[in-house]
């Protein structure tokens, strides 16, 4: 069962920076297509970011230029760099493969609150 452990949130005011880190367990890391999630209070988990192998990245048109994903393969690391946050930011956020490894796979994620 894959492990995956996310990192960093917190309380910031609009908009400051916060950087999320997911680390996960596996020797197959290098190969998948890697993606940060989030979900709000009340709302469906929505895919956010997306890095795959080669680093090509994807994100949500709510987060393009403000948010950057990243990935270290050799410490089998995905990072998200969150810009400019602003309160609609605010959610649990996630890291996962996409498409997810299986429904059980989910960490515990990290709370980004973001408020003035």
């Known amino acids: 069962q894959v492990q995956l452990v996310e990192s960093g949130g917190g309380l910031v005011q609009p908009g400051e920076s916060l950087r999320l880190s997911c680390t996960t367990s596996g020797s197959l890391f290098r190969f998948y297509t890697m993606g940060w999630y989030r979900q709000a209070p009340g709302k469906q988990r929505e895919l956010v970011a997306t890095i795959t192998h080669s680093w090509r990245t994807n994100y949500a048109d709510s987060v393009k230029g403000r948010f950057i994903i990243s990935r270290d393969n050799a410490k089998n690391a995905v990072y998200l760099q969150m810009n400019s946050l602003k309160p609609e930011d605010t959610a649990v956020y996630y890291c996962?493969?996409?498409?997810?490894?299986?429904?059980?796979?989910w960490g515990q994620g990290t709370q980004v609150t973001v408020s003035s």
């Open positions: 996962n493969k996409d498409p997810p490894f299986s429904s059980a796979s």
